[in-house]
Every structure is written in structure tokens, then in C-alpha cells.
């Protein structure tokens, strides 16, 4: 057993860290649908979910079980081993590429000296399952879906891979850590020295996950549901999950590269380092929120196990806050070596990148019940006629900053900047020719 243990020793930690990371997206994934429903019906001033558990809080559960128990139909003339298949690909995908996401600084699972290079490659597979998908299910609506799904990829994949171009050329390394280590040690997020890469990286990240206004692939008014029309109960949930885990990829890639990470906003401003006690004020809000929720509700016996949820999630959640505020002193061996709050210290990285990551979905979200869908041609303009011209002009003007910065002793702020108003230039001229 001790040869055994000794044996699997190395490889614990990678394993703690993958369960973690893959039940904690998992975890995101229920929730984001459950906030996706409830923002939209703020935004059409309805309610959204609200049966099942106070403010609906368990209706992720509910739909989980429901698509377990659903019956899963296969068409009579499908492809079952490539119909079976698919919407696995498409998971792993998704799932495998946050390997080489970091959380924090000493929260991830690996980091190689090319880890958005391998991104870029393992998160275009999930492109397979949806093709593979659609074809499997010998129909017409399916394999229309995968073929929109197709040709808006690589309209998109080119734009979003010049826009990467630029944060490498900034950070010199492919390494998703060094990345943002770089921007730590310059003292500047990049999204503040490349504005353009960062716009043409989000409109593109949207139109590869198939979210409105760019949802062709699963048009329902045109499509029916597109490449999930065949699909139904667990294998349908898959295709779900992988939407939903690809959002949340891509947002984690655009807050690694031009977001600073795991970065604290402002963090070299000592006058700001009360923001360190975010996370505290966050779940005492939430704890506040709960009890105020509480009260609310009716003291009757229909309510009461309500009530009781909602009061015993404000309790943890001011647990957990105090538990953040334990004073290093008060530690084994008096915290020699710590920081005043260890606990607070240790989740400031993971709790900053998931903030941004939020903010991203939340946009997500919102152009979800904003913007209409756009028409295939207009998406095909959009993507080969400005995008793509644009991303390239972007890197050209970036590398000449660059080159200018190092060789003539320039400013490279100030000579980034000067190469956004070229490329923004170019961007006019283009919309002007188009017009």
C-alpha cells in the first residue's frame, strides 16, 4: 500500500485539481442556464423560474433530472455509432481545454510553453461533434445546421486567431501563465494597449459558441433546432453542456489574455487595496439578501422547508466570510511566514478571474434578449469582409509598434496607440467602401 501510494503520489494533486475544475464547470454550467432564464425575464419584466426552491435556486436540479429520465429517441435511419458518438466529442472538447486554463497563480492543472497554441486546436474539434452530429441523423434540418455550423467556424477562426496574435506579440510567449505574468510585470492589461484585438476576440468568441446574434447553426425559425434537432434527453444535455462550457472557455481565454487573469484590478494602487475585501463583501451581501428573502415568504408550514433553505445559505455564506477574516495569529505556530488573512489571500486570484469570466457571460447573456439574428450572408459579410481585413491590419500595426518601440526608443503605449487609430482608420474605410 505504501509503494502504491508513493507510486500515485505525483499524480494526486493533478487529479484533485481536474475533479475540481470539471465539477466546478459542471456546477457553472447548471447555474449559468438557471441565470440565463432569470436575466432574460428581468430583461422582458417577467419572473423566470420560481417553483422549484425559493427564486426557482433548484430548478438546475429539476432539468438536470428531467433530461436524465427523458426517453432518448435515435432516428430510424441514423448513423447510431457516429450519432452516439458526437455530442461526446463535443464535451471533451470543451472540457479538455480547461487543462491549460489558470485560475489563479497556483491553481491550474498544467502549463506548457505552448498552451494557447494546443487551445486553439483542441477547442476547434468541437466543431466535429456538431458536424458528425447533423450528419448522423440523416435529416435534412441537422445537416443544414452543421453546415452553417461549418462555413460561420471558419469565417470566425481566422478573425479570432489574429486577434490572439496580438496579445502574443505583447507577451511574447504562448504560455497561458506567462501571459498573464507579463501583463503583472508591465503594469497594464492589454486590453488597455490593444482595444481592437480584444472587440474583434469577443465578437468572434460569440459567433463561435453560436450565441444570438450569431445562432445560424440552431436557427429555430428557419432550422428547427439545427444540428440538436434529432437529439433528445442526456445526449441532448451533452450538446447543452458543450455550448455552455465553450461560453465560458472562451470568456476564460479573453480574461487570461486581455483581462489580466487573475489579476486584482488596480493592483499596484496601495490606495485601493481595500478591494482585497470583495470577496467578504460579496457574501455578506448574499447572506444579507437571503435573510431580507427570509422574511419575505409566508410563515406557513407550505413555506417553512423554503424558508429553511434560504436561512441556512445566509448562514454559510456569512460562515465562509468569517472564515475568510481568520487572522493569520491565530493559526498553528501563530502564522510565522503568512499573510494577515491567509484564507482571503488564497482566493483572491480564483475569485478575480471568475468575476471577469461572470462579467463576459453576463454579456452573453444580454445580447441573447437584445440584438436580432443576423442573416447567413450578413454573417459571412461581416466575418470575411471587415473582421478578417481588420484583425490583419491590427497585427500589422501592432508588430510595427512593437518594432518602433525597440528600435527608435519610443513609447510603446503611446505607439500602440497610434497603431489602434491606423487599424480603427481602416476599419472606416472598409464600412465606408462596403456603404
Known sequence: ???????????????????????????????????????LAHLQVRLGPMRVGPHGLLQP?????KLLLKEDIMPAGADKGVFLLAPVISVIAAFTAFSL????????????????????GISSLGILGIILGGWASNSHYPLLGALRSTAQLVSYEVALGFALVSALLLAGTLSMVAIVEAQQRQGVWFVFLQPVAFFILFVAAIAETNRNPFDLPEA??????????????????????????????????AVTLFLGGWLRPFARVRALDFLDFTPVAVLVLAAAWCFRECFRY?????????????????VGA???????????????????????????????????????????????????????????DQLMSLGWHFMIPVAIANVIFCSLA??????????????????????????????????
Open 220 to 253: 429555430e425559425s428557419e432550422l428547427v433546432a439545427g444540428f440538436h434537432t434529432e437529439y433528445s434527453g442526456f445526449r441532448f444535455s451533452l450538446y447543452f453542456l458543450a455550448e455552455y462550457a465553450a461560453m465560458i472557455l472562451v470568456s476564460s481565454i
Open 318 to 376: 456569512l460562515g465562509i466570510s468569517a472564515g475568510l477574516l481568520l487572522p493569520a495569529r491565530f493559526l498553528p505556530g501563530g502564522g510565522e511566514g503568512l499573510p494577515a488573512f491567509p484564507a482571503l489571500t488564497a482566493i483572491q486570484g480564483v475569485f478575480w478571474f471568475m468575476s471577469k469570466v461572470f462579467l463576459f457571460l453576463f454579456g452573453f447573456i444580454w445580447f441573447r434578449g437584445t440584438f436580432p439574428r443576423y442573416r447567413f
Open 298 to 314: 409566508p410563515a406557513t408550514r407550505e413555506w417553512r422547508w423554503q424558508r429553511l433553505l434560504l436561512l441556512g445559505l445566509g
Open 402 to 435: 512593437i518594432v518602433l518601440s525597440r528600435q527608435m526608443g519610443w513609447g510603446l503605449p503611446a505607439t500602440l496607440w497610434l497603431g489602434t487609430a491606423a487599424t480603427l482608420l481602416v476599419a472606416a474605410l472598409l464600412r465606408r467602401e462596403k456603404a
Open 1 to 39: 500500500m505504501t509503494l502504491l501510494l508513493e507510486t500515485l503520489k505525483p499524480y494526486l494533486l493533478p487529479l484533485i485539481r481536474v475533479l475540481v475544475v470539471f465539477l466546478g464547470i459542471s456546477l457553472i454550467v447548471a447555474y449559468l442556464v438557471y441565470a440565463e432564464r432569470k436575466i
Open 101 to 120: 486554463i489558470p485560475f489563479a497563480p497556483n491553481f491550474y492543472i498544467t502549463d506548457v510553453n505552448v498552451g494557447l497554441l494546443f487551445l486553439i
Open 61 to 65: 436540479i429539476a432539468d438536470g433530472l
